[in-house]
């Protein structure tokens, strides 16, 4: 898998790749969000990287957070209820853990929608435990656009940190239920959910991002009890991101992310867009600027 070793004494505003490093027990325990929830969580903790412990409050523009999460519809309700859906949500650490240590907590304290930006709030007890984690996974902001299903994109964030070791070892079926957030009665019935979320998510991530995941199946008595999925990286496994230095510093004198940064959004999450999409970038940027 690949991880990145936080430090506490790293630069602010160091090169970032163009994925959200993000808290593996976070993936892990958030199979429970809904596709558009999951897209929001992701852009919110990329937007207060900078900040999660210098800043207990974070902003970003709406039409920002929408473009981001290809959210098309102009129904700001749709987005409030999705705030309070997160706000729901508890985080418990870690599922995949086995040493029967458990805490909790609620992945958003606070939410509200006034004058056009979005303000939330992580609890001092999980802006702690982002901001300094002892492992990351990598999750990539504009891919996560691309996938058509919440399962997807669950099965995509807890694969991709395997990327580098090429498998996720067996996990049980049980499990695989829990971090997909597919709890509801019908997939009881092991076919029901191998067809409806493992296949089709497969097929839905194979095709649009940057990993290609094959399952596999340990039996007992003939009956599936753990899946295993093997991952192989795509295009030779290059990524592209703000890698260097020198590339940083050409976004940071760009238009596009001076009036990101002006607007409110974070330096990483405005780095990461301009990087990935700058026409979009700007143009997003202007359009919010003349509202």
Same mark, same amino acid.
Request: net charge neutral; glycine share 6%.
């Given at each position: 898998?690949?991880?990145?070793?936080?430090?506490?004494?790293?630069?602010?505003?160091?090169?970032?790749?163009?994925?959200?490093?993000?808290?593996?027990?976070?993936?892990?325990?958030?199979?429970?969000?809904?596709?558009?929830?999951?897209?929001?969580?992701?852009?919110?903790?990329?937007?207060?990287?900078?900040?999660?412990?210098?800043?207990?409050?974070?902003?970003?523009?709406?039409?920002?957070?929408?473009?981001?999460?290809?959210?098309?519809?102009?129904?700001?309700?749709?987005?409030?209820?999705?705030?309070?859906?997160?706000?729901?949500?508890?985080?418990?650490?870690?599922?995949?853990?086995?040493?029967?240590?458990?805490?909790?907590?609620?992945?958003?304290?606070?939410?509200?929608?006034?004058?056009?930006?979005?303000?939330?709030?992580?609890?001092?007890?999980?802006?702690?435990?982002?901001?300094?984690? =002892? #492992?990351?996974?990598? @999750?990539?902001?504009?891919?996560?656009?691309?996938?058509? !299903?919440?399962?997807?994109? %669950?099965?995509? &964030?807890?694969?991709?940190?395997?990327?580098?070791?090429?498998?996720?070892?067996?996990?049980?079926?049980?499990?695989?239920?829990?971090?997909?957030?597919?709890?509801?009665?019908?997939?009881?019935?092991?076919?029901?959910?191998?067809?409806?979320?493992?296949?089709?998510?497969?097929?839905?991530?194979?095709?649009?991002?940057?990993?290609?995941?094959?399952?596999?199946?340990?039996?007992?008595?003939?009956?599936?009890? =753990? #899946?295993?999925?093997? @991952?192989?990286?795509?295009?030779?496994?290059?990524?592209? !991101?703000?890698?260097?230095? %020198?590339?940083? &510093?050409?976004?940071?004198?760009?238009?596009?992310?001076?009036?990101?940064?002006?607007?409110?959004?974070?330096?990483?999450?405005?780095?990461?867009?301009?990087?990935?999409?700058?026409?979009?970038?700007?143009?997003?940027?202007?359009?919010?600027?003349?509202?």
């Amino acid at each position: 898998m690949e991880i990145i070793v936080s430090s506490k004494n790293s630069h602010p505003l160091a090169p970032i790749p163009s994925e959200l490093r993000k808290h593996v027990a976070a993936i892990h325990t958030s199979g429970q969000l809904s596709f558009l929830e999951r897209k929001m969580f992701n852009v919110f903790l990329a937007n207060a990287f900078d900040t999660l412990l210098s800043q207990r409050r974070h902003v970003i523009p709406v039409n920002i957070l929408a473009d981001m999460i290809g959210f098309n519809s102009k129904n700001v309700g749709d987005l409030k209820d999705a705030l309070t859906g997160i706000m729901k949500k508890v985080l418990e650490y870690d599922l995949l853990a086995e040493t029967g240590d458990w805490e909790a907590a609620p992945l958003l304290a606070y939410a509200a929608i006034k004058s056009g930006q979005c303000h939330y709030e992580f609890s001092s007890f999980l802006a702690e435990k982002l901001a300094d984690p =002892e #492992i990351y996974t990598t @999750i990539n902001l504009h891919l996560q656009r691309k996938v058509s !299903g919440a399962y997807a994109l %669950a099965l995509y &964030e807890n694969c991709v940190r395997f990327r580098s070791v090429g498998s996720t070892g067996w996990i049980s079926v049980q499990k695989w239920r829990m971090l997909l957030g597919a709890d509801a009665s019908t997939y009881d019935e092991f076919k029901h959910f191998n067809d409806q979320v493992i296949k089709k998510s497969i097929i839905d991530v194979n095709k649009n991002m940057d990993i290609q995941l094959t399952a596999e199946y340990r039996r007992e008595n003939r009956r599936v009890v =753990e #899946i295993k999925f093997l @991952i192989e990286e795509k295009g030779g496994g290059a990524r592209g !991101g703000v890698s260097n230095d %020198a590339e940083l &510093e050409r976004i940071k004198s760009t238009e596009a992310f001076r009036k990101l940064t002006a607007l409110g959004v974070g330096q990483s999450l405005a780095a990461t867009w301009i990087q990935q999409d700058p026409e979009r970038a700007l143009a997003a940027a202007n359009y919010t600027d003349k509202k």
